[in-house]
């Protein structure tokens, strides 16, 4: 079943902050984050993986929650180059075929000067 | 450098016709994997491969057809039995090992459309 987005999309100014959140009814391993521009191939963030840590890349963050398999990712100071399609993908506990991603729908992130 | 590689990075298909889209990667990795995106969605997977030799069924394998006959090449091939193909088709790879801290290598994609 896919994970959920939320928001569908988010419009800030450079400089502004955003959260963009995943949630899953399934029991997770890990959570994936990708930044995908518009006709490209999407691009990896960030993996979480079970234990609710909190990692960082650049500005952007991200949280995962195993309890509530719910991954929230955090864009600080955005820059205009953080524009995008974010993607969460997610893992799920258990069976053999580990490695397989299950996709939200995505966010799309505009940022303006 | 590694990577993966897509070809063609555009290609149109009659009705009717079957299509293979390549899909070669040089970095070593075990799992690949074939995902559509149709536009303003997320990516959906079509079917994906551990090993050599072996491959599964994804969410949407209906009307694909794959092969893995070495570690390096998984080509997807479309067939006049996928109704509506048109679409952007991403071939990604990964060494699906517990608790790594790498996530999926993407190729650029393949746009398809039917004429």
């Known amino acids: 079943q896919q994970p959920v987005q939320s928001p569908q999309a988010v419009i800030l100014r450079e400089g502004e902050d955003a959260v963009i959140n995943c949630s899953s009814s399934?029991?997770?391993?890990?959570v994936h984050w990708y930044r995908q521009k518009h006709g490209e191939a999407p691009v990896f963030l960030m993996i979480?993986?079970?234990?609710?840590e909190q990692k960082g890349h650049e500005k952007i963050s991200a949280s995962f929650n195993e309890k509530k398999q719910q991954s929230s990712l955090y864009l600080t100071a955005s820059q205009l180059s953080y524009s995008g399609t974010y993607f969460c993908?997610?893992?799920?506990?258990?069976?053999?075929?580990?490695?397989?991603?299950?996709f939200g729908q995505g966010t799309i992130l505009t940022v303006h000067p | 450098d590694g990577g993966i590689t897509q070809s063609p990075k555009y290609l149109f298909r009659k009705e009717g016709q079957n299509v293979t889209l390549s899909c070669e990667q040089n970095?070593?990795?075990?799992?690949m994997y074939w995902y559509r995106q149709d536009p303003g969605q997320g990516l959906r997977l079509i079917y994906y491969?551990?090993?050599?030799?072996?491959?599964q069924k994804g969410d949407i394998a209906e009307g694909y057809s794959v092969s893995r006959e070495k570690k390096e090449s998984f080509p997807l091939t479309v067939t006049s039995a996928q109704k509506n193909p048109t679409a952007f088709y991403l071939c990604?790879?990964?060494?699906?090992?517990?608790?790594?801290?790498?996530?999926?290598?993407f190729g650029s994609g393949t746009r398809l459309t039917v004429v």
């Open positions: 990604a790879s990964r060494n699906p090992i517990r608790d790594a801290v790498y996530g999926y290598t």
């Open positions: 399934k029991a997770l391993y890990s």
């Open positions: 979480l993986l079970k234990g609710g």
């Open positions: 993908g997610t893992e799920q506990s258990g069976g053999t075929s580990y490695g397989k991603l299950t």
């Open positions: 970095l070593n990795h075990d799992a």
């Open positions: 491969s551990q090993i050599v030799n072996d491959f």
